[in-house]
């Protein structure tokens, strides 16, 4: 099926064509500028500049993949999690464009979209390679999420009805860790890059900070499992990091910003890769698709890939652009589920800020 996805969940605005496992178009429009004199992402704005960039994206989309929306078979939308007022210009527009063609309409989760992406096929023009090959997910499939609004494991038994969280953050998001200590060091919004080039001038061994929730009160044992052994926490070490700064300006000493980098990055990148490792080899996951924003870290593909070796896991990364958030990784969802044979989802439905993952699509 050809499939229109539209992606408006956070700052991006994504309008991504598929047919089938083939990606087409991935048009992403971010207002991510917008955003950088807050430090962060202005939730109001985010909702305007996607008013203003839909239909543009939308007609780009379009001229790039060389079709019509009357060519298309059904659109996919993001219906969340996400920003209320983001998702809602997304869904909104979705609507507008199913009434207006009369295509069946898909209301889809964001993150499991994260993990859909992979299924696309690998050409290289288009961008996609994640090596899981077209249409085919490996059987005991995992996913690690890792962006600004996310950190998660999942296991994926059917990536349209069977999903489960295994772990995830319980305060802090990876990325929103990196942009928030970004800012204790002064190296500006979005922190991630910042920190990752940064980083590569530093000691990660100067300075040891916490890894969250790896204490054994928190991780009990394989069998009897903790209350916490899968999931993450990242607001102690964003504390820990602001104390060391204050520590080094008390003593009216020079602030080693490389080395604070790279050992931040080291705790972050550390307990990501190992819980999710431990998670895989306890679930009996022998695959493992990375995705969002903070893949493109280049000490987390670094450990995690070696990590999984280790382990016997294979790791996939799809590329960058299609780990960000966008329209493409919707539309390649929205065309699973069509070939699955499930229904779509109507046009009563509302976007929901916490979806759970556990629901894939909304039912009509
Ligand atoms: P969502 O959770 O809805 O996907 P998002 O829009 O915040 O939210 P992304 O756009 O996928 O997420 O990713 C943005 C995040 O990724 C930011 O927090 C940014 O700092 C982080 N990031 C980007 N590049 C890097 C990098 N090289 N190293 C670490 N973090 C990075
Ligand atoms: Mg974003
Ligand atoms: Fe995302």
Redo the contacts with the bound molecule.
């Keep these: 099926p050809l499939v229109l996805g539209i992606e408006s969940?956070?700052?991006?605005t994504g309008v991504g064509i598929v047919r089938g496992t083939t990606l087409l178009t991935n048009t992403v429009s971010s207002s991510m500028d917008e955003h950088v004199r807050f430090g962060g992402?202005i939730p109001e704005i985010a909702s305007r500049a996607h008013l203003d960039a839909f239909v543009p994206t939308l007609q780009e989309s379009l001229h790039e993949a060389g079709v019509t929306l009357e060519d298309i078979d059904a659109i996919a939308v993001t219906s969340g999690?996400?920003l209320a007022g983001a998702l809602m210009v997304g869904v909104c527009a979705a609507k507008a464009l199913a009434v207006a063609t009369g295509k069946p309409l898909y209301a889809i989760n964001?993150l499991v979209a994260?993990v859909g992406v992979g299924l696309l096929d690998g050409k290289p023009d288009a961008g996609a390679a994640a090596g899981l090959g077209a249409g085919q997910l490996p059987e005991n499939l995992g996913a690690l999420?890792?962006?600004?609004?996310?950190t998660e494991i999942l296991r994926i038994r059917s990536i349209t009805d069977d999903v489960e969280l295994l772990g995830s953050t319980i305060d802090d998001?990876?990325?929103?860790a990196?942009?928030k200590v970004?800012r204790i060091l002064g190296l500006g919004?979005?922190?991630?890059?910042a920190?990752?080039?940064l980083a590569r001038q530093g000691n990660p061994k100067s300075i040891r900070f916490p890894r969250g929730l790896t204490q054994p009160k928190y991780m009990g044992t394989a069998e009897d499992k903790g209350p916490h052994r899968y999931d993450w926490s990242f607001s102690g070490l964003k504390t820990a990091v602001a104390r060391c700064v204050e520590q080094f300006e008390a003593r009216g000493e020079e602030v080693p910003v490389a080395d604070i980098a790279a050992a931040f990055?080291e705790a972050v990148v550390d307990v990501i890769s190992s819980k999710a490792v431990l998670a895989c080899k306890e679930n009996g996951i022998t695959d493992v698709l990375l995705g969002?924003?903070?893949a493109?870290?280049?000490r987390?593909r670094e450990l995690t890939r070696q990590r999984c070796t280790s382990a016997g896991i294979t790791l996939h990364v799809p590329s960058l652009d299609l780990?960000?958030?966008n329209g493409a990784m919707v539309a390649a969802l929205g065309a699973q589920l069509i070939m699955a044979g499930i229904g779509p989802s109507g046009l009563t439905f509302a976007p929901d800020s916490s979806m759970p993952v556990t629901s894939v699509s909304l039912p009509a």
């Design positions: 969940s956070c700052d991006e992402v999690p996400g964001h994260h999420l890792v962006s600004g609004g996310h998001a990876a990325g929103e990196y942009d970004a919004y979005p922190g991630g890059p920190i990752d080039k990055q969002g924003g903070v493109a870290n280049s987390l780990c960000t958030d």
